[in-house]
């Protein structure tokens, strides 16, 4: 990875590590940890989990993620951010942003470009008891498209999934099935993926395994990858998080690695 790549990736965790910083200073004047409801983070994992946040409160899941050796770029730096809402235990509306990527290819020189923008809702179809899972369906719609290279998972303009989440004995369980509709120059094509993720903790450290498959029907291939990742929570409501990823086929990318945290707001919106 050149100079320039490193110390933009070390800037952009410069910036998350001090907005980790700036919630927990903050926190100081939120309610009393008791007053507070957990966090239910979705990253770091490729899987979404089918449960969703606490009703009527912001949540926001913040990273950086760096890649290297891909079939669009040689290395790629983004900051992304998901803002996610729950308006009551079945019923959650989202936006996914990533205001800034860096990316180089080849010789070329680099370029910055936002990144893509999408918007999306998730619903609860049944709720989990014991060894009952839940189960949730997802859509989302891209609204902004942008120029930036994409990862080996490739850009869709919209997608649906079924979430499964459960837990057995102290493993947690999430699986995703999706299908997506990826465009090229006015064609379209359908884009199937499947991912596992399972998790356990390990005293206060969560360390999640994630195996998942995404066809590239572009490229005829597939992407195939390997995730490992630990997470901490500094409050119930903050978590933070760090890890790895592996590409396992020729089109996959080759290594990726993130960091960042989710925020939970401590203030509800609106009172039951």
Request: hydrophobic residues 40%; proline residues 7%.
């Amino acid at each position: 990875m050149s100079i320039s790549v490193r110390n933009t990736h070390f800037c952009c965790a410069c910036v998350l590590a001090l907005s980790v910083a700036v919630t927990v200073v903050k926190a100081d004047d939120d309610p009393s940890p008791t007053d507070v409801p957990e966090a239910n983070p979705a990253r770091p994992t490729v899987s979404t989990p089918a449960t969703l946040p606490p009703a009527g409160y912001i949540q926001f899941e913040t990273g950086s993620l760096g890649a290297t050796t891909s079939p669009e770029f040689t290395t790629r730096v983004g900051v992304g951010n998901v803002t996610k809402l729950a308006v009551d235990s079945r019923l959650e509306f989202f936006v996914q942003t990533e205001p800034y990527v860096h990316s180089t290819f080849g010789s070329t020189p680099a370029e910055i470009h936002p990144g893509e923008v999408f918007v999306g809702t998730q619903v609860v179809a049944l709720q989990g008891q014991e060894a009952v899972p839940t189960i949730s369906v997802s859509y989302i719609r891209r609204l902004y498209e942008s120029p930036a290279p994409e990862l080996d998972l490739g850009t869709y303009r919209q997608s649906g999934a079924i979430l499964i989440s459960n837990d057995m004995r102290r493993f947690h369980v999430d699986s995703n099935f999706i299908v997506l509709e990826q465009t090229d120059g006015g064609v379209r094509r359908a884009q199937l993926a499947q991912t596992l993720s399972v998790s356990h903790p390990l005293g206060r450290f969560t360390i999640a395994g994630e195996i998942w498959h995404f066809t590239q029907p572009f490229l005829r291939s597939n992407a195939v990858g390997l995730l490992w990742a630990v997470s901490y929570p500094l409050r119930r409501n903050l978590v933070v998080d760090a890890g790895f990823d592996h590409g396992l086929t020729s089109t996959s990318t080759h290594w990726e690695s993130f960091v960042g945290f989710t925020y939970l707001l401590p203030k509800k919106l609106w009172k039951d």
